[in-house]
Nanobody, 117 residues
Framework: QVQFVESGGGLVQPGGSLRLSCAASRSIASINVMGWYRQAPGKQRELVATIGSGGNTYYAGSVKGRFTISRDNAKNTVYLQMNSLKPEDTAVYYC???????????WGQGTQVTVSS
């Protein structure tokens, strides 16, 4: 029943950077896997990155080397640092708890990221 609130999105030029934040309504210290997803208009949500309780990470090939996922359990927050942004990164970004490869929490409103010149 944990809820997530995403923030930090905005309009940036190609090559720019943004840091997204995912604030949880409850402690995430006991949550193993947290993940970031994104959804472009007319498309399905896609998994962007995950981070486990031990700090192990996964990245989609399209963002690997450009994005970094991290977590601060004391602040009940998960972050997504996005560098070298491309127009194809434009989407609404969401975070969620992941169990068995499936997002199980309630979806928040997401935060809009627009990469355009």
């Amino acid at each position: 029943q944990v809820q997530f609130v995403e923030s930090g999105g905005g309009l940036v030029q190609p090559g720019g950077s943004l840091r997204l934040s995912c604030a949880a309504s409850r402690s995430i210290a006991s949550i193993n896997v947290m993940g970031w997803y994104r959804q472009a208009p007319g498309k399905q949500r896609e998994l962007v990155a995950t981070i486990g309780s031990g700090g192990n990470t996964y990245y989609a090939g399209s963002v690997k080397g450009r994005f970094t996922i991290s977590r601060d359990n004391a602040k009940n927050t998960v972050y997504l640092q996005m560098n070298s942004l491309k127009p194809e990164d434009t989407a609404v970004y969401y975070c969620n708890r992941i169990i068995g490869g499936v997002p199980v929490g309630t979806w928040g409103q997401g935060t809009q990221v627009t990469v355009s010149s």
